[in-house]
Every structure is written in C-alpha cells, then in structure tokens.
C-alpha cells in the first residue's frame, strides 16, 4: 500500500512553452509523484528507470482528473473507481492545481497512479494535456473532480471506440435527483445565445435522450476517446483558460472526420455547479472563451458543414 508521504521531485523550471497541443515528455514539468499499489517513488530526466518499468506496463485506460480545491472530492471519486474498476486495467493521473484544503489520498487507488502538483494554477486545457502527454492507456478519459460513479461505464466505451476509434464518447449524465444533465449539447451560436438568455427560451439541448446519439459537442466533466486520435489532434486547444475548450475539441473531431457521441450508460452522477451565473471571475471567463471561440476558424468551418445535420 502506498505512503501519503510522498517524495518530491523535479520542479518545474519556467514557464511551459506553446499555446496549444501536448507538450514532449522529456521537457521539464510540474513535480510528479508516481505510486502503484506495491510502492511509491519520485523520479526524473536523473532516475527514469522507475518511469520506463512503469510506462512498459500497458494499460487500456489512462484517467485524468484535476483537482482545485476539490481534495475531498477526488478521494470519494477515488472510492468509487476502486469500487468499480479492475485497478491492472486502469492508471489515474491526478493533477493538483492549487493547495488543497483537504490533501487527495493516492492510498484509495490500488493500480498505478501519479499525482502531479503544480508550482502555479493552469488552465483546464493544460492540465490535461501535460497529464495525457505521458498517458499509458489505449484509450484516454478526462473526468471531472466531483462525479460520483456507481457503474462501470468502461467496458462499453472501450467496446464503442473500438469500433469507433476516431469518436469522442461520453455517457449519459444525471444529477443525485436522477435529472438528466445536459453534458451532450449544441452548438452555441449568438443567435442561440440570444434566444436562450435574451428571449429566456432554455431548454436542454437534446432534451431526455435514450439512445445513442450524434451530438454537436460533450461537455469536459467526462470525455473519452482513443489515445492515438487525442494526440493526433493535439489535444485541447491551450488558448482557452477555461471554458469552451471540450467544445472547439469536438469541433475539430467533427471536421477531421470524426464523430462525436452521447451513449445512453448509466451510473455517472454529477450535480452542477454553474459557477458562471454565480462568480463574476468564472462569468468573465465564459464571456472571454466564447468571444474566443466564435472568433476562430474551427467554429465557422464546422458551422459551415454542419449547421442542418444534427
């Protein structure tokens, strides 16, 4: 079982480079604390022979979580993937973005996990990127600090995107209420901006669906896909700091010739926050990112080919 007393490692020096995409495994990054279920260990670019054993361990799922503030939420997620999930098939990458009131626990996972801690809070986008630029798994997840999860929903995924390898998939969402959340969503456009806020006609974008189903975009608390597709597409776009940046992925699925998919698998929970119509920071952010988006060129590609389709 692993210690909560972890070495620490390598510290980051300076900024990390570019804009957008993964950044190469051998630059320095934030300080990384490896841990499987038989031991823990620091290592670096001076003591890689721990990484390459671990890294030669092949996986089918790699995870990754970010965790701001939200310690005590990441260890009940933990539970709950351990209660779920055969640990030999999964690792977990949890990034620690900001002190943590309550420390996250590497001791509630059994397989491979790595806790990344960083110097300074980055962004959604980077975050994920620097955790998947190392990730292990044939398919790769990005999940959402406080989901609760009381099925598996990886074996059908994993059977999805087998068959599907160019596809983002995420399963169908409800709240503690067992109200569907509307992770699966349409495009926002300024006209519907104005009809939802200004007109105040809000309703769910693809209301109660049952089936599997083609939607426009999935929203960032849960995504999944192939390894080799997310890297192909660089991964997310680091422009955006937060907010928007799970759209303009999908987006870029979409126009390369893939699908993006809501799949009707039970046991995901997630209750909302909205923090965007409750923070003037978030509700700035939002405003930036979606200023951001309508302004590139991914978004009036996709609207161009697939404005009438979905």
Known sequence: MVGTNLPRCCQMQGQYGGSKGFVDSRQARPVIE?????SSRAFNKNNSVFLEQLRLRSVDWTLSVISHGHGASVNRLLGDLRSILDPSKFELIITINCPEPVAVDPTLWP????IVRNERPQGFARNHNVALSNARGRF???LDPDLRLNQNPFPSLTE???SRPHSLAAPHVLDSDGNAQDNMRRL???AALWRRYGLRKRKADYGQVAASARVDWIAGL????????FERHQGFDESFHLYCEDTELCLRYWIAGGEVWSLPLEGVVHNARRRTLIELRHFIWHCQSILRLWSSRTFWRYLSRYKSTR
């Open 111 to 114: 397989g491979a996990i790595e």
């Open 188 to 190: 926002l456009t300024p």
């Open 140 to 142: 790769v997840a990005v």
């Open 160 to 162: 999805f995107l087998q």
């Open 34 to 38: 490896a841990a499987t279920g038989e």
């Open 222 to 229: 849960f995504m999944a896909t192939s390894r080799d597709y």
